[in-house]
């Protein structure tokens, strides 16, 4: 039902994705086609804007009814859209404002006030490292309090960007490619990091527990 | 000792997404990077924004693509489309090219274009904005046989509701295709990329009121592009 897929049945490459994506643009731009080049572009982004009301938005039809705004916006938008910009940032900038303007209405519906709107990365978000705040990881279950102080110690003592990188890692349960794009470093790059200062923990620890990172 | 991090939980104020997105694209001085990042380590939902910006940013991949099902796609594609007709005024490809046949022939499209469509169609439709009773659903185990050791009855559907049939697939498939048949076993509906619910294992169908004439009809299921068929058929009966 209506998505083209590659002669192997697969999902076109993300080298396919960026070129449909531009020749979509394009003809939409040029006032050719606007139906069927907004389409392509409808069928590409929309997993991503999906996911990013998902993890947002409880409501699955505030799901649905947020992913089409935004895409409403940019069928509106489109065509001043001038590339000085990637595509995908500008669609970012219209999903976010798309959700800021949805909490304000919420908040608004409940009578309290919100937070500059700039300020407000995620609804859903938690200022405390996860695994600090809750409590919840395999981790924390298995430390006791002293051992945590111990850890946290000892990670305090890593160079700049292994010391972050672990923190991503243990707190926050990223994975390698989420701290590499969360970092701006490459993923092997991250891998060394955590390789090292799992090394480095272990020596300071002197073997009292695992270090799983 | 570790320098000063901003603590978004003591009230320190989240950067803005401008600055993420200058971040994410290494427009920022190492300086102001190596803050940023510090503020990252203390705060999942910045972080969660830059992935998101990330994921945006990059063309889109079949990860992506993968997490939703060309089924729900093209729903969401039919409904976009009934909103950006609604709501614009009118959408250009209508005001350019579309007469009165035209568009004659897309309320006929939608009519036949799936009835899985209607759900996320009719959600705006007055009928869903309150509470509906009598919903024909049906937690199906197709062709078993009932309490009473008889064949399964049929499910029985009034015209003028809605009906969301759940199905309980016999096979699991990666997806799944389905058809209704009328009494002569002619198709009146087909449908491909069902997905089963992630726990359940559930297949759900929805009927839009007045989308079949009063009857009997058969439920078709078939698994995997190949469609394989399933022994699961589910009769329907349509009222008036």
């Not at chain 1, 009301?53 to 699955?60: A, E, L, T, Y």
């Not at chain 2, 185990?141 to 029985?156: D, F, Y």
């Amino acid at each position: 039902m209506g998505v083209a897929r590659t002669d192997e049945g697969r999902w076109p490459r993300p080298a396919d994705s960026g070129a449909r994506l531009e020749r979509a643009i394009e003809t939409f731009q040029a006032g050719r086609d606007l139906e069927a080049s907004f389409r392509v572009i409808f069928e590409l982004y929309y997993p991503v804007v999906l996911r990013f009301f998902r993890k947002r938005v409880i409501s699955s039809d505030d799901q649905l009814d947020l992913t089409q705004e935004t895409f409403l916006r940019v069928y509106k938008g489109l065509e001043g859209f001038r590339r000085e910009a990637r595509f995908g940032t500008w669609l970012f900038r219209i999903a976010h404002n798309t959700h800021l303007k949805w909490l304000r209405r919420q908040h608004s519906d409940d009578d309290v006030a919100l937070p500059e709107s700039d300020s407000e990365p995620g609804s859903r978000g938690t200022a405390e490292p996860a695994a600090i705040a809750t409590g919840e990881t395999a981790l924390d279950d298995a430390l006791s309090a002293e051992r945590q102080r111990r850890l946290r110690e000892a990670i305090d003592e890593l160079p700049r960007q292994m010391r972050e990188s672990t923190e991503l890692r243990i707190y926050q349960e990223l994975s390698y490619r989420e701290i590499a794009v969360a970092m701006r470093l490459s993923v092997e790059t991250v891998k060394v990091h955590l390789f090292q200062a799992r090394k480095k923990l272990k020596k300071r620890l002197q073997d009292d527990f695992e270090i799983q990172i | 000792m570790r320098e000063e991090i901003p603590n978004p939980a003591a009230g320190d104020r989240h950067p803005g997404v401008e600055t993420w997105i200058s971040y994410h694209g290494g427009e920022l001085a190492d300086r102001e990077a190596e803050r940023l990042q510090r503020h990252l380590v203390a705060c999942p939902a910045c972080v969660s924004l830059v992935l998101d910006l990330d994921a945006f940013a990059a063309p889109p991949d079949g990860e992506d693509r993968a997490s939703v099902s060309e089924f729900e796609l093209a729903a969401a594609w039919k409904s976009m489309q009934a909103t950006l007709a609604d709501r614009q005024a009118p959408p250009r490809w209508f005001e350019r090219r579309v007469g009165v046949p035209m568009a004659l022939a897309a309320s006929l499209l939608v009519g036949a274009a799936g009835l899985s469509l209607w759900g996320i169609e009719h959600r705006r439709a007055e009928a869903y904005s309150r509470p509906q009773v009598n919903l024909a659903i049906r937690d199906l185990e197709p062709n078993r046989a009932t309490r009473s050791g008889g064949a399964p009855s049929p499910t029985v559907v009034r015209r003028d509701s809605y009906a969301a049939l759940v199905m309980l697939p016999s096979r699991t498939f990666e997806t799944y295709q389905a058809e209704i048949l009328d009494a002569r076993g002619r198709r009146v509906w087909s449908g491909s990329g069902l997905v089963a619910h992630p726990e359940l294992g559930t297949l759900s169908l929805g009927l839009p009121p007045g989308f079949l004439a009063p009857g009997e009809y058969l439920v078709k299921l078939y698994g995997g592009e190949e469609k394989v068929p399933l022994e699961d058929d589910l009769p329907i009966r349509v009222i008036p």
